[in-house]
């Protein structure tokens, strides 16, 4: 783990990575620290300093009702991640259980679990989530739902992958020799090996997952106002364009930042711990 | 050529399997969902009456699997039921939009491939040095923001900064579009010879397209790259290297080939996932496309529809995957000539 | 006469993380005109760098450091021009490798590849010519279907039948010297003694001078007019291969003698790890009447 650390932190670009992700996660966990107006989070109208290019003490300029878009962009990011790990730690446990399960247990199982997992992936991941959420109503509860269940199917793939190479190795015959449980060689046995590929992964995903919250709120079906979220930021903004540019310009590269963070590190993870693929 | 024949049947029946379990997945979704469908569509102004009535037309007083019954037999029509938000036939509303949402996607997919691809090459024949630490670095970036944020920087810059392509819409307004008979605008210019309007419409479509294929670059890139990089460890590789085959053939055909079999199945998920993303850059450039419908359906709770939508989405999902297998059969000799032998 | 292939003192070193790792101590071989010099030893003994480096292989990657001279038919290797180096591969300087299968392109079939060999020497080739001429090079290495295996893919063929059309590829454009680098290890040992017949006689007839890079001595003893044998980068006995098998003069070489399990028994033989012997001076054996 430290090793890990320490390879990452000696080459340039993760390093760039790094720092990225600490500082999207530090302005989302010290917002209220940081954020000039923490107030601006919510329904305040200030009409005297409205829709204004970035001057101080308003960095990134103020939205149409007078906000301060920098500190709505701080709470923002601390809603988008808190999204992207409630997500993930629901989809990683479903989908890594379906796919140990597929994978070791083989026969009918398999091809249950694994028909279902592909119905959940031929439909288009945002499409699957827009349908859900729409049909839900659109709050960040329905918003995390919609979105993980269009995440596990692909931590099912990937699991049920690495356990049907890894379910021939020596170790899990040996396992099976000496008469451990089913149970017992799934999650003790093959886990372990599949952690790499999961953590790699999981990296990567807390930037996309981002990503895709923030295309559901654009298309106005994500989080609802007057919570801050980058994703409506944007697609408010985008009917003041090119007037108005810093409405889209700041909002759309505050997600850019925050995922090209989460993809260089995880990235370089791939590579470090050798989970291509 | 039998075992491509097996081969796409075999695709095409699990396809049909899948797409019977979307329908049905998409159908419980839409039914167990709290509040009555017929309510809201009506709105709050309707009668009681109405809403009942609705509620008969829908079959919503039957079991879910009766509703799915009826929903089943009226597919085998053709028919996908009536949208409560157009009062229109769902297929027909979806024929009308269908097309330039297909036309953005397969432009958009030629430039994944044809950007995407080559990019890859060069990185991977470059590895290690200053080329491929650009492209990994432009890839990453392409693929590190949703494909509106693309579009909103890309309008910005090449519409309104330098107004070198028009902002919004599918064609010049001044300019009388073709006769519609594929519905690809594209297509249907050059069938009446009408050169204006192609050219009107690709000027349209250049930078939505761009901004749709901007992260299926990246990510073509990056995966071509990978995988050509592990292919030129291969001992054939040294064996042309020692022929003296020049570099840039080596890198063109002998290597990518080979790892293009690997590729090719993840590229085709992208060039799929574009059909999901279309969405939000149709929303951008205001592409009359199946993006505004498709919203407009689902904040109306418009379940015909919804389940319309998506299963045609879906479909057009399978096809592409079906296509992507059929080349990589083509390319891979190994399942072309399914017998193979030794392995 | 002058040999055709001539190294002198050479030298390499790759450039890691913890400064250079020298490879080879500055060796010298020679192969005349027609002549085949087999080279021994261990892996990573330094034989297969020693081929990749006449091919010019190893020159191009930035982390090696190659010195000495390699002199091929009069001229410098290491002073020419990269351009003029890479014109030799494939025309006057061939090599085939050690596994077959793995060393033909999976995605195309044979005559493709054929065809891009033959190029090297004509780049105007048709494919029509260069399947006559691929033919031609099958029925040299005694393969009578040839038009059914140029229509093949590697796969789809048994290993021996891929070695003999890796040996074909490789004397299909008359090359002055041929590298066979542990060819046919892979291989089964009835297979591998086939192909190696098949090579000898071809050689022979074409006069190719061939630099065998072997670990197996048996198969060095009877296709070889002479040896080297290589221990950590330096060579350090050789020879006419009978004088040299009927009197090994250097520990190493006998160890590696000794090594070598007897088919008639008496258990597998005990050599150490190392040995300081091992360092010792390099043996040379006189030459006789058949070596230059």
Known sequence: MKRTFVILASNPMSLFGLILVGVVVFSAVFADFIAPFPEHRGAVVDFTNFNQPPHWPNIFGTDLVGRDLFSRILYAYRISLMLGVVVLAIAVPIGVTVGLAAGYLGGWVDFILMRLTDVFLSIPPLVLAMAIMGLLEPTLTNGMLAVTAMWWPWYARLVYNVTRSEAQEGYVLAAQIIGASRLHIMFMEILPNCVPSIVTKMTLDLGFVILIASSLSFLGLGVQAPTPDLGSMVAEGGNYLPDSWWLTVFPSLAILIAVFGFNLVGDALRQVLGSDQ | ??????????????????????????????????????????????????????????????????????????????????????????????????????????????????????????????????????????????????????????????????????????????????????????????????????????????LPAFALALSGIGQAARLTRANMVETYDKPYIEMAESYGFAPRRIANKFAFRPSLIPSLTIIGLDFAAMLGNAFLVEAVFAWPGLSRYGVQVILRKDLNAIVGTVLVISAMFLIVNIIVDLLIAYINPRIRLANGGRT | MKALLDIRDLTLSFRGLEGENRVLHGISLNVAKGEKVALVGESGSGKSVTARIILGLLQEQRSTRVSGAVEFDGQDLEAMPAKARHRLRGTDISMIFQDPTSSLNPVYPIDVQFHEVLKRRDPKITRAAARERASEALRDVSIEDAKRVLDSYSFQLSGGMNQRVMIAMALANEPKLLIADEPGTALDVTVQAQTLHLMRDLVERKHTSVLFISHNLGVVREFADRVYVIYKGKIVEEGPTHALFSDPGHPYTRALMAAVPKITGGGIPEIPDRSDSFSEPIVVHPATEASS
């Open chain 2, 1 to 206: 050529m039998s075992p491509v024949v097996r081969l796409l049947a075999k695709r095409l029946s699990i396809s049909v399997i899948v797409l019977i379990g979307v329908s049905m997945l998409i159908f419980t979704i839409a039914r167990v969902i709290p509040g009555d469908p017929a309510r809201i569509a009506l709105g709050p102004n309707a009668t009681a009456e109405q809403v009942e009535q609705l509620r008969q037309r829908l079959h919503l007083e039957d079991p879910i699997w009766v509703q799915y019954g009826y929903f089943v037999r009226n597919l085998a029509h053709g028919d996908l039921g009536v949208s409560l938000y157009t009062n229109r036939p769902v297929l027909t509303d979806i024929a009308q939009f269908l097309p330039a949402t297909l036309e953005l996607v397969i432009v958009a997919g030629i430039f994944m491939v044809c950007l995407g691809m080559p990019l890859g090459i060069l990185s991977a024949r470059y590895r290690g040095r200053m080329a491929d630490n650009l492209i990994r670095v432009v890839s990453l970036l392409g693929v590190s923001a949703p494909s509106f944020v693309w579009a909103v920087i890309l309008m910005l810059l090449f519409a309104f900064f330098l107004p070198l392509f028009p902002i919004a819409g599918q064609i010049s307004d001044t300019i009388p579009p073709p006769h519609r008979v594929t519905g690809f605008l594209l297509v249907d210019s050059l069938i009446d010879g009408n050169f204006k309007a192609f050219f009107s419409a690709l000027h349209h479509i250049i």
